[in-house]
């Protein structure tokens, strides 16, 4: 390939072409077209990254310093240093060649995996279920405590899909979410796209139906396999499972931390995750609580709303029109003649 192949100006996304990829490092090249980062947004990365200009400007900011970038310079930046693209050309692409890198020796990473510690991880849906799952499996010295309010896990999941649970879609994109934070979504994606998903399914024996329409059920067609195998995974790997217990704080005592329910206290732990979810669905206990706690550490959040919502009525057919799911500003129900 030559490296100015296919160049195009969207004004909309800025392009990332993987060039290489090893064990320890990859090369992108990263097409912008005035894109910048979110406002408040700033990249900190496990990895090291060289960035080279090869046409265009930028500016990157440091939360100390900024960096201005013209055709034929480069930079390093150390990983887990915050940095945030301030400003890439409007009138004419700015292509960069990045390389991402990380030292094998030394790497965060790496001392993680080794180090022994005790870590609480609030909420076992989907989220808190595998992070847990892949902590574990990337250092069995972690001892995982996987805390819930309900008395199983996944409870969401089980009602997912009407039962059949709609586990992806294989066009998973930027352009498909909404929300205040896309950069935040294109960073995720990166790290988890579909091809990572169906990896991890495979890995605890989970069968995908890709339909043509792009969505992913399980193949069994049954939400309840995709927990049980999840469950399965959580038992072989030694992950100690706290159910019927509702987390109400979390407090700090040195550099450890506590985890307060009504009627214990969970003490120190090294590392604490927050995967309690969102208010959707109270029926199967699902709380802000996690978001509250959050706060208290200094975290924010951006407004949440409701994408997907059930429909309530007072008539007595409501069975008939269970599961029909219907795109439109304005969507009318009728009973005959009559609407409803
Ligand atoms: C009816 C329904 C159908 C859906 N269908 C689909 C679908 O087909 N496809 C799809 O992709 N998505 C679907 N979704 C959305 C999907 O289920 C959720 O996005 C996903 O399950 C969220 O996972 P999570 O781990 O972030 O949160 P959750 O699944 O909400 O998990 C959070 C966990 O934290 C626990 N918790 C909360 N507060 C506390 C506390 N204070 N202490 C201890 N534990 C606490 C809760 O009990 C819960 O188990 C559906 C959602 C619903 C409600």
Redesign the pocket.
Known sequence: MNIFDDIKVDKIKEEFKEILKSENIRIERIVSNGQTSEDEFWYDQDENEFVLILDGKAILEFEEKEVVLQKGDCFDIKAHIKHRVKYTSKDKPTIWLAVFFTNIKYNTRTKLLRKLMRIAI????????IAAITAKRENKNLQIDL????NG?????L????G?????NTDVKVENYIGENPSFVSYALKQFDFKAFEKFCKSIGLLLDIKETNKVYPLSNEAKSVVTLLESAVQSLGINLILN????DIKKDDDKFIVV?QDKELKAYDKVLI????A??PQ???????MNIACKFGHTFNMTYPS?V?LHTDFEHNNRIQGVKKRGKYIFIYRWTKRV
């Open positions: 609030i909420g076992a849906g989907a989220a808190g279920i805390i819930d309010y309900n896990i996944g409870k969401k999941i009602a997912s899909g009407n059949r649970c709609n586990i992806s217990t509702k987390v109400e329910s995967s309690s979810g969102l959707a669905a199967l206990k699902a709380t802000e609580d996690g997907l059930g």
